[in-house]
């Protein structure tokens, strides 16, 4: 008499080691793959982190430069104001030199603040209070009180960090200047330039380029010439 017996099917080994051979090849493609897209969000957030600040400063500068109010002429300039850029310039309330100073028409109107719409806007760099940063900072001081009879009070806010240099160039038509002043007695520029030209080079890469944009400034010149009307 013969005895069936059931053979159970099962793997062998070598299959097994097979097996475990190409599961382990998919986890380490399929970690490679998860860890290069951590790294590549992060420098994307890096680069997203430094161009913010960067992009702020851009737009703050285009708005207060093309918003610029004609200077007057003659010495009383309170509210309508001057325009000053170059280098060592002083301007009240702010302890540092700025590189520009400007009246312009980007002041918000609010009922808890009695001030007009138009404002002086100085751009100046700071020290760091990191000393182990490179470069200083880069401000934006306000003043709204235009008519303040004693020490005005400034607002500063911090546009970026990291900033070696900042220049502020003037196109008078002909030639670009490297400073430009209507509130001096023996003045030569009395009106707005037609553009500004603003150079930012960031520390740290003295071979990265700078950051750098052209406003033009579009007002109406003043004159105290007298037209001869003819008949």
Known sequence: MKIKTNKLNAF?????????????IVLIAVSAVFFTSLHLRDDTADMVDAATPIDAT????KRDLQCCVTPTNGTSKVLSGGFRAG????????????AIE?????????????????????????????????????YRSVLRNLL????????????????????????????????????SATAVNTNLPQAVRVTIQMAGNVNAQP??????IDSVSRTNMV?????
């Not at 950051?211 to 033009?216: D, G, M």
Request: net charge negative; glycine share 8%; hydrophobic share 45%.
């Open 227 to 231: 037209l001869a009307v003819t008949q």
């Open 211 to 216: 950051v750098e944009i052209i406003v033009p």
């Open 87 to 98: 280098d060592g310039i002083t301007s009240d309330g702010v302890s540092d030199p700025v």
């Open 12 to 24: 062998t080994l070598i299959e097994m080691i097979l097996a475990i051979g190409i599961a382990a």
């Open 102 to 138: 400007m009246f312009t028409a980007t002041g918000a109107l609010s009922d808890s603040q009695p001030w007009g719409d138009i404002q002086r806007v100085t751009y100046e760099l700071k020290n760091s209070a990191d000393a182990s940063a490179p470069g200083k900072d880069l």
């Open 148 to 183: 303040a009879v004693s020490t005005p009070t400034v607002d500063d806010q911090l546009m970026m960090r990291g900033v070696a240099s900042v220049k502020f160039s003037c196109y008078d038509g002909a030639v670009w200047q490297d400073a430009w002043d209507t509130t």
């Open 58 to 61: 851009v737009t703050f500068l």
